[in-house]
């Protein structure tokens, strides 16, 4: 087999090197080992290459016929620096390196393992491994390295140790290149050939060890990439879920090998909350509650407002206040609980709930905007937009240009609408063996509302807090607003207390009482409710009146968390009214997202969260209509595409409203119970219409058109 090297550089000495360094270049070959792992056979086969390397140019005679074999006719010149050449060695060294193409040494059997190991010392990692593959693939015969077995499967395992290093190295040039994901992808080709071959098990310790080290520098990269897809950050999350298992949730003890602190993995988990979006949020940190964990619950609450607030859909704030009332129960958060009765509606209510808040610092703040107001509705209604803009958005990614106004919120009709539907729930008694019997009832989350809905909906998911601790009884007065910091202070903290009630919940439990007390005769009627709504309404549009031609404004001095990475500076954001133009490289992006988007919900794990962010209705209804066809089916789609923009158009009478030609090479393979079905599957070439609006900033796609 012709491999490509040359005695030259298998002595790792100079065209030009006189014996002595020849001679001194063997010696310091023969006695560099490598591997421990490698057989004798592996030694043996290196060694014998070196020697052989040797053996030709030490002598003059052989060297100048091997010289004259591989260099061009005039070598003698430009190794020796004689004849009529006039050249420095550096020239000469690089008319050589330019005239030579490609010198090879033919080596059998016997010698092929050593080559191998000597290009892998060399540096030649990708060289290897294409040499390498033609064997692991068994496109060459294993008859021609030997014909013994014992000998032929320790020359095998020689083999996979020198890809495996090969690997090992190019993950390492990759981490110091500060290409993370590159390096991950090294470390598991290389484990899932010792995985394959079940060999080597301790390097595959080794490799998991490195594998959890570039884990975090990796989960950054992906969710910072200039143009990130869904399937980059889909990844990111899953990596970051994988730390949170082995560390056991956000306030594990456990130690995994990622070399990160409990104070630098919350940094470093502060730093990810800023690349995620709300609803990746929402969904990472809901799981993450079920271990059970207050923080990621408190995390989750802030997601849900956050959406609430943002996408206009009160319904999701209904979930944060009643997963809040739970978790007053170990930390203080009357203020979290009054923005989310604020942003209901309830003003009642709300300024009962900071009236109970030990945050004296927050409330005085409050108080003081609300000076020469009958109630502390318009200093709320400030600490609301300042907490937004200072505590809450700057963790979320992509809510720099969101509005911030509460009047703007009320003002939208969809919040009106669902305002009017979500009637006050009668509040039974907790249920002290089942604290989350509370948040059954509480709507769940629609993209439309329309006047036949109704509040009798079945609920999602709620964080699971029947196992965490019983609350304590430490004094709540020199608290500081709610972070993640201090959900880990109290939880670490709490001590538990059978006997008594901490003073916050006998606070809430007077509030409830004097609530519950007109819901228990007339006022049982959801008619008459919703009428209670109605008039709340219109009191609050009063008092936002009132309160948004005020001048006096102030802002809050809350500090974020520092970054554990160094991460590389993004574009600063434009401060401009002008929407971002809708370019063909824009409108590629946007398809080839739909497209992933497609292939992953229609796949095995039918994600259907996928389609989120990047469809929008009517299509978007559609799309999960056949989604649950094909799950009931037991059936699935795998997608090939290939697209090339043809054509965007703007409505220039609704810049909101655009559209893309695309012609889209489609390749979809049916999968029925797991097995192909040819008739089903196709594969066409489309010219396709998509039909897009931007909704928050975002264009998405809510209906598509086959032209041809």
């Known amino acids: 087999m012709q491999i490509p090297l040359d005695y030259y550089r298998i002595l ?35 060694q014998n290459l070196i020697k052989l390397a040797h053996s030709v140019l030490q002598n003059e ?116 290149q500060k290409e993370y994901e590159n390096a991950s992808l090294y470390l598991l080709s290389a484990d899932a050939i010792l995985e394959q071959q079940n060999v080597f098990n301790h390097i595959r310790q080794e490799i998991d060890s490195d594998l959890q080290k570039v884990r975090p520098y990796e989960i950054i990269e992906l969710l910072t990439k200039p143009r990130s897809q869904l399937v980059d950050r889909q990844k990111a999350i899953a990596l970051l879920q994988k730390m949170l298992d082995s560390r056991g949730g956000i306030e594990g003890q456990k130690q995994d090998q990622s070399g990160l602190t409990t104070d630098d993995f919350l940094r470093f988990l502060q730093e990810v909350r800023t690349h995620l979006s709300p609803l990746e949020q929402e969904e990472l940190f809901k799981q993450e509650s079920q271990r059970p964990s207050l923080a990621a619950t408190y995390l989750t609450v802030n997601a849900l407002i956050v959406r609430g607030f943002v ?119 907790m249920d002290e063996e089942d604290p989350l019997s509370l948040l059954k009832d509480y709507p769940p989350e629609t993209d439309d509302i329309t006047e036949e809905e109704t509040t009798s909906t079945p609920s999602l998911p709620t964080p699971n807090l029947s196992k965490i601790p019983e609350p ?83 802002d809050l001095q809350l500090s974020l968390g520092e970054s554990l990475i160094e991460l590389p500076e993004e574009l600063p954001n434009q401060e401009s009214t002008t929407e971002e133009p809708l370019s063909p490289q824009t409108a590629l992006e946007l398809v080839n997202g739909w497209l992933e988007a497609k292939a992953l919900a229609t796949g095995p794990d039918y994600n259907v969260g996928a ?4 469809l929008a209705d009517p299509l978007l209804s559609i799309w999960r209509g056949n989604i649950s066809i094909l799950r009931n089916d037991a059936a699935y789609r795998r997608y090939e595409h290939d697209v090339t923009i043809e054509g965007v ?60």
Not at 503 to 524: A, G, R, V
Not at 652 to 677: H, K
Request: charged share 25%.
């Open 611 to 614: 389609l989120e962010g990047v």
């Open 61 to 176: 005679e052989s060297r100048q016929q091997y010289d004259d074999q591989i260099f061009p006719s005039n070598a003698e010149a430009i190794i020796n620096g004689d004849g009529d050449m006039d050249m420095s060695i550096d020239d000469a060294m690089t008319l050589s390196e330019t005239s030579i193409p490609n010198p090879t040494i033919d080596v059998d059997g016997d010698l092929l393992l050593g080559a191998l190991m000597m290009l892998q010392e060399l540096g030649e990692y990708e060289l290897v491994l294409n040499i390498a593959q033609s064997f692991l693939e068994g496109k060459e015969p294993l008859e021609q390295i030997s014909s013994d077995t014992n000998e032929l499967q320790s020359w095998w395992q020689d083999l996979i140790l020198t890809v495996i290093s090969a690997y090992l190295d190019l993950a390492k040039e990759k981490w110091h």
């Open 649 to 708: 158009n703007v409505n220039p009478q609704n810049n909101m409203e655009a559209n893309i030609t695309a012609r889209v090479r489609e390749r979809s393979q049916y999968f029925n119970n797991g097995v192909l079905d040819n008739q089903r599957s196709y594969e066409e070439n489309l010219l396709v219409r998509y039909d897009l609006i931007r909704v928050n900033n975002r264009w998405l796609i809510r209906n598509t058109q086959i032209i041809n």
């Open 311 to 429: 996408e206009r859909k009160p319904e999701l704030i209904v979930q944060a206040e009643n997963i809040l009332v739970h978790l007053n129960q170990y930390q203080d958060v009357y203020l979290e609980q009054s923005i989310c009765s604020l942003l209901l509606g309830n003003i009642t209510k709300a300024e009962n709930l900071l009236n109970q808040s030990y945050e004296t610092e927050k409330v005085d703040y409050i108080k003081n905007l609300s000076q020469g107001s009958p109630d502390l509705v318009p200093g709320l209604i400030l600490y609301t937009e300042n907490w937004f803009k200072n505590e809450i958005f700057p963790q979320f990614k992509n809510l720099d240009r969101e509005s911030l106004s509460v009047q703007e919120y009320f003002n939208n009709p969809r919040v009106e609408k669902a305002l009017e539907q979500i009637a006050p729930p009668e509040m039974p008694p």
């Open 12 to 46: 790792g000495v100079p065209l030009q090197a006189e014996d002595d360094l020849i001679n001194q270049a063997f010696e310091d070959r023969m006695v560099q080992m490598p591997r421990s792992e490698y057989s004798q056979y592996a030694i043996a086969s290196r």
């Open 472 to 554: 304590s009884e430490e004094d709540n007065e020199d608290s500081e607003l709610l972070d993640l910091s201090s959900f880990l202070e109290a939880e670490i903290d709490t001590e538990e207390s059978e006997e008594e009630t901490s003073p916050s919940m006998e606070s809430m439990e007077d509030d409830n009482d004097e609530e519950d007390i007109p819901s228990s005769t007339s006022f049982k009627s959801s008619l008459i409710g919703l009428l209670i709504v109605v008039v709340l309404l219109g009191i609050f549009s009063t008092l936002l009146y009132r309160v948004f031609n005020q001048t006096d404004s102030g």
